[in-house]
């Protein structure tokens, strides 16, 4: 299951997670939007499986239906990829409340309510031997910026600082069940919520000046970290966070300073 799947990491994610032989519980606000429609499109064209779910992860009972239509489907659910996530920018002095509570519940409670769902869901089956070690894998999306303090995304930085302790919490507290919870914490990727950092060659060139590797990331560049997380090869990896960002967070201003 890929929350927020109509496009950027999600769309990436689910398809990455479809290629690779996963029934795939797409979700978004509106299962019908061009996203989620296109995505299931690209999903049949190579012969795989996916079903969209529109709903909000803010909101319980759209969670508790998204969880009871995936079961309905395709009989459980495996692992959990808590990636819908917003932005809702301003100078701290500006910011209003609504503004501050839209980025918590989606970005944070949102999370909360789809670990939740799927811890319980996991604990119920246990372990299927013939899938996976464990009995169940959640990937939390949060971003460099659990970490990298930003200036006119209060509300942001604070969401994704909670998800980090959400998912070193979870994953101390439901290890014993055989559940396994990571994060990722990708850095600036190409997708529709930063269009502004890379829309113009400017911008963009302003934007490698904080990424070391010299280029910016691809949802797919996330995808494939999703992909691995979620799979026995990452199998004793529990309670941590991948960063996938091109070195953003190795203090690129201090090259020559400090
Ligand atoms: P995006 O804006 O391209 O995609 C987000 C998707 O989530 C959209 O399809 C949107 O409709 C959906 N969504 C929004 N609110 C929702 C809700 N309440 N319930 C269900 N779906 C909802 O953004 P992107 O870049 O793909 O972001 C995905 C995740 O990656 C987010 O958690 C974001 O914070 C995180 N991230 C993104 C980075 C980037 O540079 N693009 C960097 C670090 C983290
Ligand atoms: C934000 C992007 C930003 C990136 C790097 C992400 O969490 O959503 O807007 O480009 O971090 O700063």
Known sequence: MVTGAGGGIGRATALAFAAAGAAV??????????????????????????LAVGGDVSREDDVRNLFARAVAAFGTVHVLVNNAGIQSDAPFVEMTVAQWQHVIDVNLTGQFLCAREAAREFRRRKVPPEISRAAGKIVCMSSVHQAIPWAGHVNYAASKGG????????????????????????????????????????????????????RIGEPEDVARAALWLASDESDYVHGTTLVVDGGMMLYPGFRGNG
């Not at 190409?190 to 302003?206: F, K, M, V």
């Open 25 to 50: 519980v797409a979700n978004d606000l509106k299962a019908d939007g061009p996203g989620m429609q296109g995505l299931l499109r690209d999903v049949a064209a190579f012969g795989g499986r996916a």
């Open 163 to 214: 998800v980090s302790l959400l998912m070193t919490s979870l994953a101390q507290e439901l290890a014993p069940d055989r559940i396994r919870v990571n994060g990722i914490a990708p850095g600036a990727i190409r997708t529709p919520i930063n269009h502004e950092a890379w829309g113009t060659t400017q911008s963009l060139d302003e934007l490698l000046k904080l990424i070391p590797y010299g």
